[in-house]
Protein backbone atom coordinates (compact mmCIF):
# COMPACT_ATOMS: atom_id res chain seq x y z
CA UNK A 1 0.00 0.00 0.00
CA UNK A 2 1.44 3.37 -1.16
CA UNK A 3 1.61 6.37 0.93
CA UNK A 4 -1.07 9.14 0.22
CA UNK A 5 -1.02 12.81 0.89
CA UNK A 6 -3.16 12.30 4.17
CA UNK A 7 -0.45 9.34 5.67
CA UNK A 8 2.42 12.40 6.28
CA UNK A 9 2.31 13.63 9.58
CA UNK A 10 3.28 17.72 10.05
CA UNK A 11 7.12 16.73 11.00
CA UNK A 12 6.95 14.66 7.56
CA UNK A 13 5.56 17.48 5.42
CA UNK A 14 8.12 19.64 7.06
CA UNK A 15 10.69 18.11 5.90
CA UNK A 16 9.48 17.19 2.78
CA UNK A 17 9.50 21.35 2.13
CA UNK A 18 13.18 21.13 3.35
CA UNK A 19 14.10 23.54 5.55
CA UNK A 20 10.76 26.01 4.42
CA UNK A 21 10.01 28.38 6.57
CA UNK A 22 7.20 27.50 8.91
CA UNK A 23 4.63 29.49 7.58
CA UNK A 24 5.03 27.35 4.80
CA UNK A 25 4.03 24.09 6.37
CA UNK A 26 1.51 26.08 8.06
CA UNK A 27 0.16 26.80 4.37
CA UNK A 28 0.08 23.38 3.39
CA UNK A 29 -1.12 22.04 6.18
CA UNK A 30 -4.40 24.39 5.72
CA UNK A 31 -4.18 23.50 1.95
CA UNK A 32 -5.05 19.49 3.06
CA UNK A 33 -6.79 19.74 6.27
CA UNK A 34 -8.56 23.00 6.88
CA UNK A 35 -9.49 23.35 2.56
CA UNK A 36 -9.09 19.86 2.08
CA UNK A 37 -8.37 21.06 -1.34
CA UNK A 38 -5.69 20.24 -4.24
CA UNK A 39 -1.65 21.65 -4.22
CA UNK A 40 -2.59 23.85 -7.61
CA UNK A 41 -4.95 25.37 -5.82
CA UNK A 42 -2.76 26.43 -2.90
CA UNK A 43 -1.97 29.85 -4.39
CA UNK A 44 -0.73 30.99 -1.45
CA UNK A 45 2.44 29.22 -2.48
CA UNK A 46 4.37 30.05 -5.70
CA UNK A 47 3.39 28.12 -8.25
CA UNK A 48 6.61 25.92 -8.97
CA UNK A 49 6.09 24.58 -5.20
CA UNK A 50 2.62 23.86 -6.14
CA UNK A 51 4.08 21.81 -8.87
CA UNK A 52 6.24 20.12 -6.69
CA UNK A 53 3.87 19.17 -3.91
CA UNK A 54 1.11 17.51 -6.65
CA UNK A 55 3.89 15.25 -7.20
CA UNK A 56 5.20 15.16 -3.31
CA UNK A 57 1.91 14.62 -2.26
CA UNK A 58 0.05 11.99 -4.38
CA UNK A 59 -4.09 11.17 -3.86
CA UNK A 60 -4.94 8.10 -2.72
CA UNK A 61 -8.45 7.88 -4.00
CA UNK A 62 -9.07 8.56 -7.64
CA UNK A 63 -13.07 9.14 -8.10
CA UNK A 64 -14.26 6.43 -10.31
CA UNK A 65 -17.79 7.14 -10.32
CA UNK A 66 -20.49 8.92 -8.08
CA UNK A 67 -24.09 8.57 -7.75
CA UNK A 68 -26.43 11.01 -6.45
CA UNK A 69 -30.00 11.02 -4.47
CA UNK A 70 -32.44 12.00 -2.45
CA UNK A 71 -32.45 14.99 -4.06
CA UNK A 72 -28.74 16.02 -3.92
CA UNK A 73 -28.54 15.10 -0.61
CA UNK A 74 -27.19 11.86 -0.55
CA UNK A 75 -23.57 11.27 -2.26
CA UNK A 76 -22.18 8.07 -3.28
CA UNK A 77 -18.09 7.71 -4.26
CA UNK A 78 -16.35 4.52 -5.99
CA UNK A 79 -13.09 5.19 -5.35
CA UNK A 80 -9.73 3.62 -6.60
CA UNK A 81 -6.61 2.95 -4.54
CA UNK A 82 -3.37 2.74 -5.83
CA UNK A 83 -3.74 -0.61 -6.30
CA UNK A 84 -6.77 -0.61 -7.72
CA UNK A 85 -8.93 -1.96 -5.42
CA UNK A 86 -12.07 -0.01 -5.19
CA UNK A 87 -13.91 0.97 -1.81
CA UNK A 88 -17.36 3.17 -1.81
CA UNK A 89 -17.71 6.57 1.29
CA UNK A 90 -21.53 8.07 1.47
CA UNK A 91 -21.56 11.47 2.38
CA UNK A 92 -25.01 12.47 3.77
CA UNK A 93 -26.82 15.73 4.09
CA UNK A 94 -29.32 15.95 6.83
CA UNK A 95 -31.13 19.59 8.14
CA UNK A 96 -29.04 19.65 11.22
CA UNK A 97 -25.90 17.71 10.67
CA UNK A 98 -23.55 16.17 7.66
CA UNK A 99 -22.46 12.68 8.04
CA UNK A 100 -19.58 10.75 6.17
CA UNK A 101 -19.93 7.19 6.15
CA UNK A 102 -15.94 5.74 6.08
CA UNK A 103 -15.38 2.11 4.78
CA UNK A 104 -12.09 0.41 6.66
CA UNK A 105 -11.14 -2.13 4.46
CA UNK A 106 -11.37 -2.87 0.88
CA UNK A 107 -14.20 -5.81 0.85
CA UNK A 108 -14.79 -7.72 3.68
CA UNK A 109 -14.39 -10.61 5.55
CA UNK A 110 -16.86 -11.25 7.71
CA UNK A 111 -19.48 -12.74 5.22
CA UNK A 112 -22.86 -11.38 6.87
CA UNK A 113 -25.35 -13.27 4.89
CA UNK A 114 -27.59 -10.11 4.33
CA UNK A 115 -24.62 -7.55 3.58
CA UNK A 116 -23.25 -6.90 -0.07
CA UNK A 117 -19.97 -6.03 1.36
CA UNK A 118 -19.80 -9.32 3.49
CA UNK A 119 -20.93 -11.40 -0.16
CA UNK A 120 -18.46 -10.32 -2.01
CA UNK A 121 -15.72 -11.12 0.07
CA UNK A 122 -12.62 -9.22 1.48
CA UNK A 123 -9.61 -7.65 -0.27
CA UNK A 124 -7.40 -6.03 1.85
CA UNK A 125 -7.04 -3.44 4.76
CA UNK A 126 -7.36 0.62 4.15
CA UNK A 127 -4.47 2.19 5.57
CA UNK A 128 -4.53 5.27 7.33
CA UNK A 129 -4.08 8.10 4.79
CA UNK A 130 -6.96 6.04 2.59
CA UNK A 131 -9.37 6.58 5.74
CA UNK A 132 -9.14 10.25 6.08
CA UNK A 133 -8.77 11.24 2.75
CA UNK A 134 -12.30 9.75 2.21
CA UNK A 135 -13.47 12.35 5.06
CA UNK A 136 -11.17 15.54 3.19
CA UNK A 137 -12.64 14.62 0.00
CA UNK A 138 -16.26 14.60 1.11
CA UNK A 139 -15.92 17.35 3.78
CA UNK A 140 -14.34 19.52 0.50
CA UNK A 141 -17.79 18.45 -1.62
CA UNK A 142 -20.10 19.43 1.49
CA UNK A 143 -18.09 22.82 2.09
CA UNK A 144 -18.90 23.62 -1.83
CA UNK A 145 -22.77 22.95 -0.66
CA UNK A 146 -22.02 25.45 2.21
CA UNK A 147 -22.11 22.59 4.96
CA UNK A 148 -20.00 21.47 7.52
CA UNK A 149 -19.39 17.43 8.00
CA UNK A 150 -20.08 17.01 11.60
CA UNK A 151 -20.35 13.11 12.16
CA UNK A 152 -18.29 10.36 10.69
CA UNK A 153 -19.50 7.07 10.90
CA UNK A 154 -17.68 3.57 10.42
CA UNK A 155 -20.34 2.15 8.50
CA UNK A 156 -19.14 1.68 5.43
CA UNK A 157 -17.28 -1.29 3.61
CA UNK A 158 -15.14 -3.58 5.66
CA UNK A 159 -15.03 -4.02 9.67
CA UNK A 160 -12.60 -1.61 11.23
CA UNK A 161 -12.53 -3.54 14.64
CA UNK A 162 -10.54 -5.74 11.98
CA UNK A 163 -8.10 -3.04 11.07
CA UNK A 164 -7.28 -1.49 14.50
CA UNK A 165 -4.58 0.90 14.64
CA UNK A 166 -4.97 2.19 11.24
CA UNK A 167 -8.42 2.89 11.87
CA UNK A 168 -7.29 4.37 15.46
CA UNK A 169 -4.90 6.62 13.70
CA UNK A 170 -7.55 8.02 11.27
CA UNK A 171 -9.78 8.42 14.32
CA UNK A 172 -7.30 10.58 15.84
CA UNK A 173 -6.33 12.44 12.67
CA UNK A 174 -9.79 12.86 12.26
CA UNK A 175 -10.47 14.26 15.17
CA UNK A 176 -6.75 16.56 15.87
CA UNK A 177 -6.24 17.85 12.03
CA UNK A 178 -9.84 17.91 10.85
CA UNK A 179 -11.27 19.11 14.13
CA UNK A 180 -14.48 16.99 14.36
CA UNK A 181 -15.21 15.74 17.68
CA UNK A 182 -14.73 12.53 19.05
CA UNK A 183 -18.27 12.34 20.21
CA UNK A 184 -18.97 12.84 16.77
CA UNK A 185 -17.39 9.37 15.28
CA UNK A 186 -19.05 6.12 15.65
CA UNK A 187 -17.26 2.73 15.09
CA UNK A 188 -19.36 -0.20 13.94
CA UNK A 189 -18.34 -3.35 14.51
CA UNK A 190 -20.29 -6.83 14.06
CA UNK A 191 -19.02 -7.98 17.50
CA UNK A 192 -15.13 -8.65 17.57
CA UNK A 193 -14.19 -9.30 20.97
CA UNK A 194 -10.63 -7.73 20.74
CA UNK A 195 -11.62 -4.77 18.74
CA UNK A 196 -14.15 -3.99 21.64
CA UNK A 197 -11.37 -4.05 23.90
CA UNK A 198 -8.98 -2.27 22.08
CA UNK A 199 -11.61 0.85 21.67
CA UNK A 200 -12.60 0.25 25.57
CA UNK A 201 -8.78 1.47 26.13
CA UNK A 202 -8.50 3.76 22.83
CA UNK A 203 -7.97 7.71 24.20
CA UNK A 204 -10.60 9.04 22.38
CA UNK A 205 -14.14 9.13 23.18
CA UNK A 206 -15.88 7.81 20.20
CA UNK A 207 -19.17 5.91 19.94
CA UNK A 208 -19.49 2.29 19.81
CA UNK A 209 -22.29 0.45 17.30
CA UNK A 210 -22.43 -3.42 17.67
CA UNK A 211 -24.33 -5.16 14.94
CA UNK A 212 -26.22 -7.20 16.65
CA UNK A 213 -29.43 -8.21 14.49
CA UNK A 214 -30.27 -11.26 16.43
CA UNK A 215 -30.41 -12.16 20.28
CA UNK A 216 -29.95 -15.82 20.24
CA UNK A 217 -26.57 -17.48 19.21
CA UNK A 218 -28.41 -20.24 17.23
CA UNK A 219 -30.23 -18.20 14.94
CA UNK A 220 -27.31 -15.13 15.02
CA UNK A 221 -24.78 -18.00 13.65
CA UNK A 222 -25.50 -18.01 10.02
CA UNK A 223 -26.41 -14.80 9.64
CA UNK A 224 -23.03 -13.56 11.37
CA UNK A 225 -20.86 -16.10 10.73
CA UNK A 226 -18.33 -14.47 13.38
CA UNK A 227 -20.70 -15.30 16.24
CA UNK A 228 -19.64 -18.44 16.46
CA UNK A 229 -15.70 -17.30 17.07
CA UNK A 230 -17.25 -14.24 19.59
CA UNK A 231 -20.80 -15.95 20.69
CA UNK A 232 -23.03 -12.95 22.16
CA UNK A 233 -22.07 -13.61 25.98
CA UNK A 234 -18.60 -12.38 24.94
CA UNK A 235 -19.68 -9.45 23.01
CA UNK A 236 -21.87 -8.32 25.53
CA UNK A 237 -19.21 -9.18 28.30
CA UNK A 238 -17.02 -6.85 26.03
CA UNK A 239 -19.77 -3.97 25.49
CA UNK A 240 -20.16 -4.11 29.97
CA UNK A 241 -16.42 -3.86 30.33
CA UNK A 242 -16.55 -0.78 27.76
CA UNK A 243 -19.19 1.00 29.55
CA UNK A 244 -17.85 0.11 32.71
CA UNK A 245 -14.41 2.03 31.07
CA UNK A 246 -16.45 4.51 29.17
CA UNK A 247 -19.43 5.48 30.86
CA UNK A 248 -20.73 5.96 26.81
CA UNK A 249 -23.97 4.53 25.71
CA UNK A 250 -23.27 1.99 23.26
CA UNK A 251 -25.72 1.10 20.31
CA UNK A 252 -26.92 -1.96 18.76
CA UNK A 253 -28.08 -2.41 14.80
CA UNK A 254 -30.66 -4.60 13.77
CA UNK A 255 -31.70 -5.07 10.61
CA UNK A 256 -35.18 -5.84 10.03
CA UNK A 257 -35.36 -9.26 7.99
CA UNK A 258 -38.92 -10.94 7.67
CA UNK A 259 -39.87 -13.77 9.63
CA UNK A 260 -35.81 -14.20 10.75
CA UNK A 261 -34.80 -11.55 13.81
CA UNK A 262 -38.79 -9.41 13.75
CA UNK A 263 -41.01 -11.42 15.87
CA UNK A 264 -42.44 -10.71 19.54
CA UNK A 265 -40.06 -13.25 21.16
CA UNK A 266 -37.55 -11.80 19.21
CA UNK A 267 -38.10 -8.30 20.65
CA UNK A 268 -37.91 -9.71 24.21
CA UNK A 269 -35.34 -11.34 23.75
CA UNK A 270 -33.60 -8.62 22.35
CA UNK A 271 -34.66 -6.26 25.36
CA UNK A 272 -33.14 -8.67 27.61
CA UNK A 273 -29.60 -7.99 26.19
CA UNK A 274 -30.07 -4.57 26.51
CA UNK A 275 -30.97 -4.59 30.06
CA UNK A 276 -27.60 -6.46 30.83
CA UNK A 277 -25.84 -3.07 30.07
CA UNK A 278 -26.11 0.03 31.98
CA UNK A 279 -27.40 2.51 30.97
CA UNK A 280 -29.47 0.41 29.00
CA UNK A 281 -28.24 0.03 24.69
CA UNK A 282 -29.82 1.95 22.21
CA UNK A 283 -31.37 0.13 19.37
CA UNK A 284 -31.11 1.24 15.77
CA UNK A 285 -33.43 -0.62 13.80
CA UNK A 286 -32.35 -0.85 10.19
CA UNK A 287 -35.12 -1.27 7.21
CA UNK A 288 -33.55 -4.41 5.50
CA UNK A 289 -31.91 -3.20 2.46
CA UNK A 290 -32.13 -5.38 -0.88
CA UNK A 291 -28.76 -7.08 -1.94
CA UNK A 292 -28.54 -9.51 -4.56
CA UNK A 293 -26.89 -12.49 -2.55
CA UNK A 294 -29.64 -12.61 -0.08
CA UNK A 295 -33.54 -13.73 -0.84
CA UNK A 296 -35.39 -13.02 2.35
CA UNK A 297 -36.86 -9.85 2.22
CA UNK A 298 -36.67 -6.80 4.80
CA UNK A 299 -39.87 -6.50 7.19
CA UNK A 300 -42.74 -4.79 6.04
CA UNK A 301 -42.77 -0.79 7.37
CA UNK A 302 -45.34 -2.10 10.28
CA UNK A 303 -43.81 -5.00 11.24
CA UNK A 304 -40.82 -2.53 11.87
CA UNK A 305 -42.93 0.03 13.70
CA UNK A 306 -44.53 -2.32 15.66
CA UNK A 307 -40.94 -4.13 16.85
CA UNK A 308 -40.04 -0.61 18.14
CA UNK A 309 -42.97 -0.03 20.34
CA UNK A 310 -42.95 -3.55 21.79
CA UNK A 311 -39.01 -2.60 22.40
CA UNK A 312 -39.86 0.94 24.25
CA UNK A 313 -43.15 -1.16 25.77
CA UNK A 314 -40.22 -3.36 27.45
CA UNK A 315 -38.34 -0.08 28.69
CA UNK A 316 -35.23 -0.05 25.52
CA UNK A 317 -34.76 3.00 23.60
CA UNK A 318 -34.90 2.34 19.84
CA UNK A 319 -35.27 4.55 16.78
CA UNK A 320 -35.45 3.48 12.96
CA UNK A 321 -32.74 4.27 10.82
CA UNK A 322 -33.94 6.93 7.93
CA UNK A 323 -33.10 5.09 5.06
CA UNK A 324 -30.82 6.93 2.28
CA UNK A 325 -29.59 6.37 -0.63
CA UNK A 326 -31.51 2.87 -1.46
CA UNK A 327 -31.59 3.45 -5.41
CA UNK A 328 -27.93 4.23 -5.87
CA UNK A 329 -27.33 1.13 -3.75
CA UNK A 330 -25.58 3.45 -1.33
CA UNK A 331 -27.68 2.21 1.83
CA UNK A 332 -26.47 0.30 5.18
CA UNK A 333 -25.14 -3.05 3.39
CA UNK A 334 -25.19 -2.15 0.08
CA UNK A 335 -21.76 -1.18 -0.72
CA UNK A 336 -20.44 -3.74 -3.01
CA UNK A 337 -17.96 -0.95 -4.76
CA UNK A 338 -19.37 -2.30 -8.61
CA UNK A 339 -19.60 0.90 -11.11
CA UNK A 340 -22.51 -1.18 -12.94
CA UNK A 341 -25.33 -2.56 -11.11
CA UNK A 342 -27.64 -4.80 -13.94
CA UNK A 343 -31.02 -5.12 -13.48
CA UNK A 344 -31.83 -3.13 -10.70
CA UNK A 345 -34.95 -0.52 -10.40
CA UNK A 346 -35.84 2.41 -12.42
CA UNK A 347 -33.68 4.74 -12.82
CA UNK A 348 -35.81 7.68 -12.38
CA UNK A 349 -33.74 9.20 -9.37
CA UNK A 350 -30.50 8.05 -10.35
CA UNK A 351 -28.09 10.44 -11.28
CA UNK A 352 -24.97 9.16 -12.17
CA UNK A 353 -21.96 10.95 -13.34
CA UNK A 354 -18.64 9.59 -13.80
CA UNK A 355 -15.25 12.16 -13.61
CA UNK A 356 -11.82 11.60 -14.29
CA UNK A 357 -8.98 11.63 -12.31
CA UNK A 358 -8.30 14.20 -10.26
CA UNK A 359 -5.76 17.47 -11.65
N1 LIG B 1 -18.65 -4.33 9.71
C1 LIG B 1 -19.18 -3.30 10.55
C2 LIG B 1 -19.39 -2.00 9.80
C3 LIG B 1 -20.46 -2.03 8.74
S1 LIG B 1 -21.77 -1.03 9.29
C4 LIG B 1 -20.48 -3.79 11.17
O1 LIG B 1 -20.95 -4.84 10.80
O2 LIG B 1 -21.00 -3.12 12.05
C5 LIG B 1 -23.04 -1.43 8.20
C6 LIG B 1 -24.30 -1.73 8.94
O3 LIG B 1 -25.31 -2.09 7.99
C7 LIG B 1 -24.13 -2.92 9.85
O4 LIG B 1 -24.93 -2.77 10.99
C8 LIG B 1 -24.65 -4.02 8.97
O5 LIG B 1 -25.01 -5.16 9.71
C9 LIG B 1 -25.83 -3.35 8.34
N2 LIG B 1 -26.29 -4.04 7.13
C10 LIG B 1 -25.61 -4.91 6.36
N3 LIG B 1 -26.36 -5.33 5.35
C11 LIG B 1 -27.55 -4.71 5.47
C12 LIG B 1 -28.74 -4.73 4.70
N4 LIG B 1 -28.82 -5.46 3.60
N5 LIG B 1 -29.76 -3.96 5.11
C13 LIG B 1 -29.66 -3.21 6.21
N6 LIG B 1 -28.56 -3.14 6.98
C14 LIG B 1 -27.52 -3.89 6.60
Known sequence: MSRGRY?????????????????????????????CSEPDQWTTLPTGLRAVLSEALPRSLVEVLRSVSDDGQTIKYLWELADGHRIETVLMLYPDRATVCVSSQAGCAMACSFCATGQAGFSRHLGVGEIVEQVALARRDAAAMSRRVSNIVFMGMGEPLANTEPVFEACRKIHDDLGISARSITVSTVGVVPGIRALAEFELPVNLAVSLHSADDSSR???????????????????????????????????????????????ERLADLCRRLEPSAHVNLIPLNPTPGYATVGSALAVVRGFQRRLEDLGVNATIRRNRGTEIDAACGQL???AVTIGRRADTNRQTTSSTRPT
Do not use: H, K, T
Not at 10 to 29: C, F, H, K, M, T
Open 7 to 35: DLSRSEIAELLNGAPRYRVDQVWEGLYRD
Open 221 to 267: DPIVPINRRYPLDAVIGACQDYLRQRRRRVSFEWAMISGVNDRAEDA
Open 336 to 338: AAQ
